[in-house]
């Protein structure tokens, strides 16, 4: 089989400019994963903070299937980029086959059991108020079906980055977007004729959107030709590289699940001071996004740039790598303190132009905005740790310090800091989760180098 030439090989030329070449396209796919919430809160707090509050809790099973969609993602990519680092390219299309059908089995069985309860999952938060609860799970029962065909799009995403090249996937979810754009405010305010559905038109926005992303994904792959997506997806079960998948996937993901679950419990304290303060946490998570959508997709292109290095042998631009996305990192999360704390109450009008959810919106946005720099230092990191292979160490930092968030908002929201007391729990765990991340890392570098 002729080798056809990477889109950008990793492995060569000027390193600041490989890592921005791959991640620019990555961080623009990640700011559109975000728009398309962006994009149905902006429209939906138009209809008030309540429906907000629906759409924010039923948001949250789409946050935890994240965490089941990096078991099937993270190994692919780290694989196909290692493989043809190694100029493997059987290997790298055994591990696309693998993600994909991983894609589809954990897609299908998350999709079936979030609808199934959805009621139960719903009532988990235990908000006190009926209708809340049945936008809830209006919006829930839609969007629910957008899971089975986000999680080929994400797997289709990250092993094609793998493969060095970020300008498709960034093209394709763009298509995505601006269909997610157009239909939120026709379904939404029934606008050319269509009915008025509320938060279900948004769903259903959400659902057309991902579903064109993956025939897009589909047709398209065939006529590039990549030569990492060979193999046929269903004449053969991938079991070995389901596994190889799996294992490296496995951490990330399970860190991804806790920490989704941890949240909800928190949403559920948050609860106590009623829907505003529910639709605060959603939009303030949609807005913080932007630090760490942009961290996880600067992650994710220094997660190949390592993994193919890795592959090919080449430490010292494993360690080069790593150093200058570290230092790009700091420069964005010291800019993106800074937008958090000063401009806190216009960014949070833009959302919800109600003047009591304003005041708990700028509290939440500049308790959250002091630690945005270690919040992008953590996420870095752990792409690096990816890309290496080794995903144990930033999991289990993540999941200890989440799950310490719980006992530490209890308590503090109990004091005079009242709801901010949960704010402070989320802020104060992120630095320290930056600040052990790195540190840990530093030390498995050293002893990658010093490996001979």
């Known amino acids: 089989m002729k080798r056809q030439r990477l ?5 060569q030329g000027n390193i600041t400019q490989s890592l921005f070449r791959l991640a620019l396209p990555v961080m623009g796919t990640s700011f559109i994963q975000m728009a398309y919430n962006m994009v149905d809160t902006i429209w939906i707090g138009r209809l008030g903070s309540g429906e907000v509050a629906a759409v924010g809790t039923a948001g949250f099973y789409l946050w935890l299937a994240f965490g089941v969609i990096l078991l099937a993602k993270i190994g692919a990519q780290v694989n196909v980029a290692q493989s043809l680092g190694r100029k493997d390219e059987m290997a790298a299309s055994a591990y696309s086959a693998a993600g994909l059908q991983g894609a589809m089995f954990f897609g299908l069985t998350y999709a079936t059991l979030v609808f199934v309860f959805r009621y139960q999952l719903i009532g988990f938060f235990n908000i006190n108020d009926a209708v809340v609860n049945s936008q809830a799970v209006a919006y829930l029962q839609i969007v629910v079906f957008a899971i089975f065909f986000s999680f080929i799009n994400e797997v289709f995403s990250g092993i094609i980055i ?4 970020s300008s498709f996937p960034f093209k394709v979810n763009m298509v995505g977007l601006m269909t997610n754009i157009v239909l939120d405010p026709i379904l939404i305010f029934g ?3 269509m009915p008025r559905l509320g938060v279900k038109g948004a769903a259903i926005a959400t659902l057309t959107a991902q579903i ?11 006529k590039q030709n990549f030569i990492f997506l060979k193999a046929k997806l269903f004449k053969k079960l991938y079991v070995k590289e389901i596994l190889d998948n799996a294992k490296i996937g496995f951490p990330i993901g399970l860190h991804s699940v806790f920490f989704t679950f941890f949240s909800m419990v928190l949403a559920r304290i948050v609860a106590e001071w009623g829907p505003t303060a529910i639709a605060i946490q959603r939009v303030g998570g949609q807005i913080e996004s932007i630090s760490w959508r942009t961290s996880d997709g600067f992650s994710s292109s220094l997660s190949s740039f390592i993994g193919q290095n890795h592959g090919a042998r080449q430490k010292e631009r494993v360690k080069l790598g790593y150093l200058k996305s570290i230092k790009i990192m700091t420069v964005f999360g010291l800019a993106t303190s800074f937008l958090l704390i000063v401009l806190a109450e216009p960014i949070m009008g833009v959302f919800i132009p109600e003047s009591q959810a304003i005041a708990l919106g700028r509290d939440y946005l500049r308790i959250l905005g002091l630690s945005q720099l270690f919040m992008c230092l953590e996420i870095t990191t752990q792409g690096a740790f990816s890309g290496l ?5 930033p999991a289990i930092i993540s999941i200890l310090f989440n799950a310490a968030r719980i006992p530490t908002a209890l308590y503090l929201s109990s004091t005079v800091l009242g709801l901010n007391g949960v704010w402070w729990s989320v802020s104060g765990t992120s630095i320290f989760k930056g600040i052990i991340v790195v540190t ?10 010093g490996d001979s």
């Open 212 to 222: 064109l992303v993956t025939i897009i994904y589909i047709v398209f792959t065939k």
């Open 162 to 165: 793998g493969s060095g090249n």
């Open 440 to 449: 840990w890392f530093m030390f498995v570098l050293k002893k990658y180098l």
């Open 191 to 193: 606008l050319l004729g």
């Open 7 to 11: 889109e950008n090989d990793l492995i």
């Open 389 to 393: 292979g080794i995903t144990k160490p």
